[in-house]
């Protein structure tokens, strides 16, 4: 069972749900295909900041095992964890100065939303002080 925390959509910007599946937050982005390249758009909801997070072209989904489950990953996985993390992705590094938003080697920071954007993009369905755990 999941519950809609937000739901945010611009077409030429980005498609994100952010939901709960129990006490777990799952933040679902889509895929956009630009030319030879893909991006996935985000955005700081606090700041009504857009973000862009670039990859190599992503055009088919693979199956892989974790832990005896199979999930849907892009085929060229290899090459999407190097553009978010670099060549040594498959390495623990503990970091806590790591943030989300601009820690990603393939982040851009982009304008902000106006007023009239935001009222129209961003859309709230849950309220955090009535989460019950």
Known sequence: FLTLIYFAFQPSDSLELSVYAKSTKIDLFFVY????????GGMIPSQRRK??????KISRLC?????GELFS?????????NADYGPNWSHTIEDKN?????????VQT????????WRRV???????????H
Not at 34 to 40: C, H, I, L, R
Not at 110 to 117: A, N, R, V
Not at 122 to 132: A, I
Request: glycine fraction near 2%; hydrophobic fraction near 35%; include cysteine.
């Open 63 to 67: 199956r892989a095992e974790l832990l």
């Open 73 to 81: 990953v892009p085929c060229n996985v290899n090459e999407v964890l």
């Open 33 to 40: 295909s630009n030319g030879n390249s893909s991006w996935v």
């Open 98 to 106: 790591f943030i989300w938003y601009k820690s990603h080697r393939n």
């Open 51 to 56: 973000l862009r997070w670039s990859y190599p």
């Open 122 to 132: 961003f859309q709230v369905y849950w309220d955090q002080h009535k989460r019950k």
């Open 110 to 117: 982009l304008d902000k939303y106006t007023d009239m954007e």
